[in-house]
Nanobody, 125 residues
Framework: QVQLQESGPGLVRPSQTLSLTCTVSGGSITTNYYYWSWVRRPPGKELEWMGAISYSGNTYYTPALESRTSISRDTSKNRFTLQLSSVTPEDTAVYYC?????????????????WGQGTQVTVSP
């Protein structure tokens, strides 16, 4: 059973960089096929796919966030990390990590089969 767990600060100040880590157990992030994604849900809005890192380490981002987003990984610890720079209150959301099919853009997050429980991040002075 694959399990994902997000971790990171729950409060970030405006203009700072949000950093979250997803630790994966029960499966390797280097296993051929799956991409490992970050998804968020702002209050009152739909799920938004932010980006992913492939099993080989290639990264893909949604165009609207690409200039501020970086996803990296530590294969020795089987985890991957999201960094979102220059945050504003509009970046307040529940952030999820998920295992998704190998697509450069995930238009339907229902295609992702394993999810973390989500972590609330609030951007506030």
């Amino acid at each position: 059973q694959v399990q994902l767990q997000e971790s990171g600060p729950g409060l970030v100040r405006p203009s700072q960089t949000l950093s979250l880590t997803c630790t994966v157990s029960g499966g390797s992030i280097t296993t051929n096929y799956y991409y490992w994604s970050w998804v968020r849900r702002p209050p009152g809005k739909e799920l938004e796919w932010m980006g992913a890192i492939s099993y080989s380490g290639n990264t893909y981002y949604t165009p609207a966030l690409e200039s501020r987003t970086s996803i990296s990984r530590d294969t020795s610890k089987n985890r991957f990390t999201l960094q979102l720079s220059s945050v504003t209150p509009e970046d307040t959301a529940v952030y999820y990590c998920a295992r998704c099919p190998p697509r450069t853009v995930v238009s339907d997050t229902r295609d992702c089969d394993y999810w973390g429980q989500g972590t609330q991040v609030t951007v506030s002075p």
